[in-house]
Structure formats: C-alpha cells, structure tokens
C-alpha cells in the first residue's frame, strides 16, 4: 500500500469527469478548443462541473503552479497555504543554536559551556534536558560528564608530571577538564587535534584519564586547539543541532547549506528550500510526488549505471538500523559500532539492538534467527535470473519514458530561463504589451517543469503496479495518458506557437487570444495532473472494473491496449494518429524537448 500525504478520499464526485459515460467526448471538444483559432476559455470551462471545482479546492495542492503565483524566477513550485516547515540559513540555526543554550543556561543556572554539553548529550532537546535534570540532577551529571567540583586537588603544587607524556612541567603548561586531572598543553592539544581530525566524536570528548568520564567542553578547544581545529569545531558543533535534530535536515542539493526544520504533522513531504531545490523530506530524494519513498528507493538502485558497484553494496555493506547510514564489516564478529556521533551497537546477522543478544538467539556471535528467516525465505538463484531476464524489456519500457520526461524537464528549465532573462523583453517591445501582462507565459513554463517532474515519476509508478491488477492498471494508463496529452499540449503551446510572437516584425491583432489559450491550457493541464496524483497517492483504491471498463472500452473498440501502450508508444503517450472517441483524430506533437 503506498503512503498517503494529505490526500483526500476519492469519490464519484471528484472523479466525476472519468465516470460519467461522456467523458470522452467532452475531453475530445476541450481539445477541439485548445486547438481551434477561436478558442475561448470561458467555453471550455463546462469541462469540470462546479462540483467537481469545489472537492479540488479542499484538497491541498499537490505542488503544481498556482494561477496567482508571484513573477519570481525561483518560484519553481506554488505557494501552499500553510507551509509546514521552515528554510533555515546558517545566520537562523546558529541564532537558535545560542537562544537554547541561553535557554538552558538560564533556567538551570549554569554556564553556557555546560549548558552546551548538556544539549549536545540530549540532541538538543530543551524539554528533554529540562525534564531529566529536575528529575534527577546526579544521575544526569554522572552520565554527562558534569562534575561540580574537581575529583583531583592540585592546588598546592607548583609542578606537574604529565599522564601522557611523563614530563615534570611548571603548573602554568598544565591544563584540565572540570574533573581536575591534570595534562601539559602540548598533549591536550594533540589529543584534541587527533579527535576533531576524526570527525564529529570529537562532540564527546572525555578526559583522556581512561578512568575519567569527565566531558570535555567548547572552552577547552577555543583555550587549547589551533585556528584550524577550532573552526572545524565550530562546525561540527553547528551540523549537530540540525542532524541530532529529530524536525531539521540539510538541503540535499549540491553547494547548499540550508537547513529545514519540518513540523511534525504538517502535510506533505515536498519540501522547498531557497535554492529552489526541492526535495522529499522523508527520503531526502528529490521530490517525488506522488510515488512512495519505498518504491523510489528501489527505481533509483535498479537505474544505477555501475551496476558493478551496485553488487559489491549489496553484498559488503548494510545500513544502520539507525540512522541508515551504509557501513561495510571490517572485522569477523557480529557486534558491530556505528561511527558516532550515532554509536549505535547492532548484530551483523540479523541488524537488532545487541543488547537484545544472549541465549535466546544462540550466544553472542552465533545469531540463530538470522539463519531460520533465511532458511524460510530462501529463493533458488537460477530462478531469480530468470525473473530478471523476462522483467527486462518492462523495465526498458519504463525507465525510457522516465528518462524521456527528465530529459524534457531539463531542456523545460533551460527554455524558462531563456525565457525570462531574453524574450520576455523582447515580447513587450516587439507586442506592445507589459511585463504583468505576460506573467501567464512564465507561468506556463513552470507548470510545464514542475507536470514533467511528476510525469516522471508516474512511470516508475507504473512498473512497480501489479500485473494481475488489470482494472488498476487501465485505470492508471487513463490517468496518466489524460495528464500527458494535456501537458504536450501545453508544452506546444509554449514552446512554438509562442515562437511566432516573439520573431514578429510588430504586434499581432491574436496576441491576446493567444494569451487566453496559453492561460486555459495552464489551469486544464494543473487539473488533469491534480487528478493523477490524488489518484495515485489515493493508492488506485477507488477505482472499480465498471468504471475502467466505461474509460478504456471506447478508446480501441476493435483491439486490446498494446502492451506498449498506444499505439505503441508507451503508457500514458499518444501516438500522431490516435483518433479520440467521439472526435476527430488530433495532431500531438511528441517531439522529445
């Protein structure tokens, strides 16, 4: 069952244009419109009845381009009402970083250095710190490393000999943690160095008595480290707010170092950040609506190109039961550590708690119940490459369209840019007209961006559906062939027709027509896609054999869907010569953009 974010129950209502018995006829005169010379907006709009509009509205929006969106270059997606998360730059997290730490140190009376290590040990969590310091203040010292006074008295002396090194120096090279255990500074710079150079565990740092759980705090590094070290610090310090944090993520994209702080509850996964990059914040993917993050996860590893590598993976390394990071075994026993700041201690075998490890699951290193599921779900390996084999061809059949719509999403986005940085201006001049009254062809362009991302995303749906589902899957080519027709037609519309506008030697008296066309194509080509994706997230779950049998019969009276689709070309495409039930044939152009 695939994952719902925030959508609606389906019903006869919102899919009242797919279960009506004039469906095909009233979406062949829509296209009639779209096409004709005299299309008027105002006349197509019988195409979705008033109840129809009324369910979409409640829903929220999905993430396609709003009408009333802003003339922002980097406004790739729509505005939602209320966004459930917050696009945190480095000034934001480290404004909050010191306002917790102020926080704590306040209420607690103690120093920001402590208040700090107190944060660091309960990721950050205020009313976690808060709760278990007033519950139990000893216990949480003890565990910290927050020792209220000096376990060693050296006050008196006027010289040292160092635990490490063994050198007798003046009191004046010596340095110590709040346990008092005294070492001379060379050492405790080397020691500090040595453990910042290894990554963030550097975070957890102890006395280097081996006896002492004294922590070593942020006043230690800034008196003792290099300029170097120090800085490395810092930033690991300021990583681990956001990555200890349950509500924040960094961006995913390349050069980015924004963070997201996400509410739980708060709609879907798509997130935004600044850099217009969008993402899914439950996978950290790019967004990948309406697909489930499970089904992503396996597209992508079947897509991987070094196929090579893709196998040592598999077989040399697993992912934390944690925090899900890959790591390879080393060493020949089960218990394995995770690299902090995670440390999390697991079995090999069977990847549970190695503490949950004794005699009920046969000792230590010899975990039995890893043997038992592998012996229940064991699959001869002959069979397994036969089942690949005859799942190639599917597979090709996929991932080219899916390739395809990236393609065309990439050259959309080149296209927009161009758009707007030179033609845009060159429109005004060459139509008469204004910026504001243009806004529609920005628009345009980034529905089209924003349709072939989830147009993508639709055939790694597709491969993934079940074949004995018939109904399903007729209902799915439905969905999907609607929504890629109407967003050909648009993409056409901006893409040449546009193009006569723009190399006129003057203004056109069917600019403003053209206008029209080009905004009623945007709003059908949003609502044909907010039909498929509230149909796909909604698991296909609605859909019953009458109603497909009403929406496929009439499109090939005379013979079965191809298995490539129509015509041949694929789920979801038309092909130029496809007439449509109750109309005549229409010319799509499937140009690759």
């Not at 065309?408 to 001049?429: F, I, Q, Y």
């Not at 689709?565 to 229409?586: F, H, L, Y």
């Amino acid at each position: 069952m695939l994952r719902v974010f925030g959508s609606q129950v389906l019903n006869s209502k919102v899919f009242g244009m797919v279960l009506e018995d004039n469906v095909i006829e009233d979406s062949a005169s829509v296209e009639d419109d779209f096409d004709g010379d005299d299309y008027d907006y105002d006349d197509g709009g019988d195409y979705y009845d008033d109840d129809y509009g009324d369910a979409g509205d409640d829903d929220d929006d999905y993430g396609l381009v709003e009408d009333d969106d802003v003339d922002d270059p980097g406004a790739m997606v729509s505005r939602r009402p209320k966004l459930g998360y917050t696009v945190l730059q480095e000034a934001d997290i480290k404004q909050r970083q010191e306002d917790d730490i102020s926080k704590v140190s306040t209420v607690l009376s103690l120093s920001q250095v402590e208040a700090t290590i107190l944060l660091r040990h309960y990721n950050w969590n205020v009313n976690e710190v808060h709760d278990e310091w007033f519950s139990d203040e000893e216990r949480v010292r003890k565990s910290v490393g927050l020792f209220e006074r000096p376990v060693v008295d050296v006050s008196d002396a006027s010289k040292f000999t160092c635990g490490i090194c063994f050198d007798l120096l003046p009191c004046d090279n010596f340095a110590s943690a709040s346990c008092g255990h005294p070492f001379c500074r060379e050492c405790w710079q080397g020691y500090i160095c040595t453990s910042i150079n290894d990554g963030p565990g550097c975070l957890l740092l102890r006395c280097p008595e081996p006896s002492c759980k004294a922590a070593v705090g942020p006043d230690m590094i800034d008196k003792l480290a290099p300029c170097e070290e120090k800085e490395k610090y810092s930033q690991f310090l300021l990583r681990s707010y956001i990555e200890d944090n349950r509500e924040a993520k960094w961006c995913p994209a390349p050069g980015c170092e924004n963070a997201v702080n996400f509410a739980v509850g708060g709609g879907d996964f798509d997130i935004t950040c600044l850099c217009s990059y969008r993402f899914c914040w439950n996978c950290t993917v790019e967004a990948h609506r309406p697909v489930d993050c499970e089904t992503v996860t396996k597209w992508m590893l079947k897509n991987s190109v070094d196929g090579e590598n893709v196998n040592w993976i598999l077989h040399n390394s697993k992912t934390c039961p944690k925090c899900k990071r890959p790591i390879e075994k080393n060493q020949g026993c089960m218990h394995m550590t995770c690299t902090p700041p995670c440390s999390y201690e697991f079995c090999w075998l069977c990847l549970r708690a190695w503490s949950s490890h004794g005699v009920a699951t046969g000792g230590f290193y010899s975990c039995n119940v890893y043997e038992a599921e592998m012996q229940k779900g064991n699959v001869d390996a002959e069979m397994r490459r036969e089942m690949a084999k005859n799942s190639f061809e599917k597979y090709t059949h996929y991932y080219e369209r899916w390739a395809s719509n990236q393609s065309s999403r990439e050259k959309a986005l080149e296209d927009l840019n161009r758009m707007e940085s030179e033609n845009m201006e060159k429109l005004c001049n060459v139509q008469c007209t204004t910026m504001s009254q243009l806004k529609c062809i920005t628009e345009a362009w980034l529905q089209i961006v924003e349709c072939r991302r989830v147009l993508k995303w639709t055939y790694a749906y597709g491969y993934y559906l079940p074949e004995h589902e018939k109904t399903k899957t007729q209902f799915f080519e439905y969905l999907q062939g609607e929504a890629e027709a109407g967003l050909e037609r648009l993409h056409r519309c901006a893409e040449k027709e546009l193009d006569k506008y723009v190399t006129a030697d003057g203004p056109l008296s069917d600019f403003d027509d053209f206008r029209t066309k080009l905004t009623g194509l945007t709003s059908v080509t949003k609502t044909y896609f907010e039909n498929l994706v509230r149909a796909l997230e909604n698991g296909l779950e609605d859909v019953n054999s009458t109603a497909c049998n009403k929406i496929v019969s009439p499109r090939s009276p005379a013979s079965p869907r191809s298995p490539t689709g129509r015509n041949g070309k694929g789920r979801g495409s038309r092909g130029k010569e496809s007439p449509r039930a109750g109309g005549s044939p229409k010319s799509v152009d499937d140009t690759s953009k």
